[in-house]
């Protein structure tokens, strides 16, 4: 009976089936050199960049220098044309005095970390419970046919990439979606349907900035009936000026 049950799990769980499934930016779980990738590729932080990464560091203890890794690699990220190269992460690594493979360790953790080239706008559709009910996934289908790629692609222009992620935060506006780059820099677009979408894509693609937020008119998470309650300014006590 239990081998019965572990050849059916295990036929369920083949690793194409499950590639089919999600393709996010988790897919990439180690390096493999390539000509654009590898430890000789070109990057340097400029001189403004080293003044900013003091200001930064400042904030932790000297014996804590090495938390700063995650802004660090931000940084580097966005300095990069939106990815990690190999030699970014070691640039990193060498600035805070850390073993590289620490620094690779939190760059393969988080999602938002983008470690192989990848399109100027980089796309994130929420497909998480909320999301999925309110037509995420008709979100992500309607920008599949518009730009002409897949999930975890990039257009051959490298002006745009999709990808899948899990909750982004701003449930009572799903369906919604993250997009990064020169123009957005990770800004929300919430209360999405096609023809909003598609809107928000045909103004990326002449690197004009979208109206963040809801795209249906709604102020902030304010719901459909409008405001009501707290109609009144609060009587107080109100917090003490600092």
Known sequence: MLRRVCASVARTTSAPAMQAVRSMSTALNVHRDSDVNNKETPFEFSQEDYKEIETI????????????????????????????????MNKVASVLDMAPMRVYEVATFYTMYQRQPIGKHNIQVC????????????????IEQHLGIKCGESTPDMQFHLMEVECLGACTNAPMIQIDGPV????????????STIAILEKLKKDE???????????NSMGIQGKTTLLEDPPGPFCREI
């Open 57 to 88: 560091t400042a904030k932790y203890p000297k014996n804590y220098r090495r938390a700063a890794v995650l802004p660090l690699l931000h940084m580097a990220q966005e300095r990069n044309n939106g990815w990690l190269s190999l030699s970014a």
């Open 127 to 142: 497909t998480t419970t909320p999301c999925m009910v309110r037509g995420g996934y008709e979100i992500l289908e309607t």
């Open 184 to 195: 957005c820099k990770n800004m929300f677009y919430e209360d999405l349907t096609k023809e």
């Open 209 to 219: 900035e979208p109206q963040m937020g809801p795209q249906n008119g709604r102020k």
